[in-house]
Structures are given as C-alpha cells and as structure tokens.
Nanobody
Framework: QVQLVESGGGLVQAGGSLRLSCAASGRTFSTNFMGWFRQAPGKEREFVAA????????YYADSVKGRFTISRDNAKNTASLEMNNLKPEDTAVYYC?????????????????WGQGTQVTVSS
C-alpha cells in the first residue's frame, strides 16, 4: 500500500500563486508515476499534471501548461505542484495520485492510490 497526504491548499486572489505538496509513504518503490488531478463541484475529476519518479519527464493538461510546474524529490518521496497566475476556474479540490504501471496516464482510473485532497479557491 501507498499513502499520500496533500498539503498547501488555500484561498488566493486571481493572479496569485500556491504550492501544493504530496508526501508519499509505504511501498512507494512500487509506483512509477505521480499525478495531480482536480475536481470542481459538479464536474468530473480531471488530469492536471504527472511526473515520472525515475526519468525527467513531465506531462500537463493544456489548461495549466505554462502556469503550473510539477516536480518531485525522490529522497523525500514528495511531489509538488507549483501553481502560478491562478485563475478562478482553477478552483477545485486537488488530489495527488500514484500509478504503478510504467507508463503515464491522464485518466483518473489509471491511478492506484489517492490522497484525501486539498481545497484550492481562487477569488476574482
């Protein structure tokens, strides 16, 4: 099993920045990718970004490309999401997730472990 705990959410004005962190514990060696997803009220959970634990490769949704940056610290088993130039439409609960298979997925169903989520609210 892998446990994931997110932190860093909050309330920010449009144009501001937030940094989310995800601490992984347990059998982290069994996972290959970390991802960030978000879910706004009444909407489906959507892919935001993903990163490989082993190679320097990142993936982003078009809606956040150029504004968000995903990174990882293998020594600390953490993944982070730096969010800049935030917009009201970025408001959602943000979840980190871990995937066992050695290929990236942008589908929520492709991830095996999930954190509890952290709220991000962007005011206009």
């Amino acid at each position: 099993q892998v446990q994931l705990v997110e932190s860093g959410g909050g309330l920010v004005q449009a144009g501001g920045s937030l940094r989310l962190s995800c601490a992984a514990s347990g059998r982290t060696f069994s996972t290959n990718f970390m991802g960030w997803f978000r879910q706004a009220p009444g909407k489906e959970r959507e892919f935001v970004a993903a990163i490989s634990w082993s190679v320097d490769r990142t993936y982003y949704a078009d809606s956040v490309k150029g504004r968000f940056t995903i990174s990882r610290d293998n020594a600390k088993n953490t993944a982070s999401l730096e969010m800049n130039n935030l917009k009201p439409e970025d408001t959602a609960v943000y979840y980190c997730a871990a995937r066992r298979r050695p290929s990236v997925s942008i589908q929520a169903s492709g991830y095996d472990y999930w954190g509890q989520g952290t709220q991000v609210t962007v005011s206009s």
